[in-house]
């Protein structure tokens, strides 16, 4: 049966009116603005921000559009993508009723925003080389169920999911495959974003604020069929990315050759901590890497995290996520900041 999106979308959201807002209403050009009960006189700033900024962010997503290769219709954008993630429960899963899967370990947000929306969160754990238990997610499919999240590259493993395991979800599988990019920038993987005209029930989700270095100005991205796109931007607040934050994204999308620059660096910073961890004795393995971070499995990562943010340097101790069991997870920072950790570490005996 082919995908339809009439039959996952919330009967509510199908029929929902949304609000209308004055800049909806009147979109032209004008000279005088007396629509919006905005403060005509200015803001005690020196850049203005008294008027309302554009609901559908038309500038930022015709400059994303460009660098990513997908028509301004297929993009929406949140306040960072965990916004998108909770417009995905919103719009498509019914409390009480519907059901998500997730395949841990991976991002918690997913988790967290299904328990918000009283929606039933199915968990199939990845395999123990992180990969997807096709099996498994297949028992767990039943008519209930309306969203799949995959996260490729995984936070917190590192690791990209097989490209065919994903497509196999997409082929067979009735509701939204989910495939969220966060790490994508730092991937020998190809992205999903020009898969959409192939699969109907995709949606990619990417973020402004890894590679990019944005995570302050919050901007994620949905990328998705005009339908699916639509329903999101019927759901969400009318003004929900502030014109500060977009006019300043605009700007920063001007660098792209300084965003490339710093990937290459980090993806050489990142194998030179490797390295370097490898030869310290309470590191019993690094997971394969294709973002930002590694996962580092050790003898004893609570002493290891605490001894750490004793010297005032912070990492992530993921030791009771299942799967994980012993690991770290370590941002790759600066040079400086690598060597400091690793300094730190050398004068570490347990
Ligand atoms: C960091 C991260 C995000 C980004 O969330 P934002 O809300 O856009 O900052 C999304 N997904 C995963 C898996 C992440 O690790």
Redesign the pocket.
């Known amino acids: 049966m082919p995908f339809n999106i009439n039959t996952i979308i919330r009967p509510n959201i199908k029929n929902l009116k949304p609000y209308s807002s004055a800049r909806d209403e009147f979109k032209g050009e004008a000279s005088v603005y007396l629509d919006a009960n905005e403060n005509a006189f200015g803001s005690p700033l020196a850049t203005n921000y008294n008027r309302y900024p554009d609901p559908l962010q038309f500038a930022l997503k015709t400059k994303l559009s460009h660098i990513k290769g997908v028509p301004p219709r297929n993009i929406f954008l949140g306040n ?3 916004e998108a993630i909770d417009i995905l429960f919103r719009s498509f899963c019914n409390p009480g009723i519907d059901n998500v899967i997730i395949v841990p370990p991976t ?1 918690g ?1 997913y988790e967290v925003s299904a328990n918000i929306n009283d929606v039933q969160l199915k968990k199939v754990n990845l395999t123990l080389d992180y990969q997807l238990n096709l099996d498994g997610i297949a028992e767990a499919i039943d008519a209930y169920t309306k969203l799949i999240f995959i ?1 490729s590259p995984n ?1 917190p493993t590192g690791n990209s999911i097989n490209r065919e395991d994903i497509e196999t979800l997409l082929a067979n599988f009735n509701g939204l495959v989910v495939v ?1 990019e ?1 790490y994508i920038n730092y991937s020998r993987q190809k992205s999903f974003i020009q898969e959409l005209t192939e699969y109907a029930n995709l949606v990619v ?1 990417q ?1 402004l ?2 590679a990019w270095g944005l ?1 302050g100005l ?1 901007i ?1 991205m949905a990328f998705a069929s005009e339908e699916i796109i639509e329903v999101f931007n019927r759901v969400k607040p009318p003004y929900n990315i502030n014109q500060a934050s977009q006019q300043l994204a605009l700007d920063a999308l001007q660098n792209v050759s300084q965003i490339n620059n710093w990937i290459k660096e980090i993806l050489s910073e990142r194998d030179k901590l490797v390295l370097a961890l490898k030869s310290m004795a309470f590191v019993l393995d690094i997971y394969p890497s294709d973002a930002n971070f590694i996962l580092v499995k050790t003898t004893d990562a609570n002493a290891i995290y605490n001894f750490l943010v004793a010297k005032g340097i912070i990492v992530r101790n993921r030791n009771k996520i299942e799967l994980c069991e012993g690991c770290i997870r370590i941002t790759v920072g600066t040079p400086q900041e690598n060597e400091s950790l690793l300094n730190t570490l050398r004068i570490l005996v347990i």
């Open positions: 960072g993508s965990d991002y947000m996260c936070n969220d966060a989700l973020t604020s890894k995570a919050r994620g």
